[in-house]
């Protein structure tokens, strides 16, 4: 079954920089899309806001809202992506779930989406 796996979240001042991971395992063949999403405190039910994504060819989509400041990257070859989160506000202050979207299975047909379970980030003086 797939998993994925985050790490790098924490508490970080204004200003400062954190590097999210996300590995996804699990009789994985290939994924097209692997991105970051991001639920702010007080948001309702289970919405969830795109940060960036990047596809297998390395397209790449990043908010408005973090553009020039967050930087997606990808290594296919161990179906991990990360995010380097720099110059961080408050603003930023969320929980951070990664997403794998067109994942083609060994053992289960079909394209099929898979998220993380999420990490937090704080940013806060």
């Known amino acids: 079954q797939v998993q994925l796996v985050e790490s790098g979240g924490g508490l970080v001042q204004p200003g400062g920089s954190l590097r999210l991971s996300c590995a996804a395992s699990g009789g994985i063949f290939s994924i097209d899309a692997m991105g970051w999403y991001r639920q702010a405190p007080g948001t309702p039910g289970d919405q969830r806001d795109l940060v960036a994504t990047v596809t297998r060819g390395g397209t790449k989509k990043y908010a408005d809202s973090v553009k020039g400041r967050f930087t997606i990257s990808r290594d296919n070859s161990k179906n991990t992506v990360y995010l380097q989160m720099n110059n961080l506000s408050p603003r930023d202050t969320a929980v951070y779930y990664c997403?794998?979207?067109?994942?083609?299975?060994?053992?289960?047909?079909?394209?099929?989406?898979?998220w993380g379970q999420g990490t937090q980030v704080t940013v806060s003086s």
């Open positions: 997403n794998a979207d067109g994942v083609i299975e060994h053992y289960r047909s079909g394209l099929n989406d898979y």
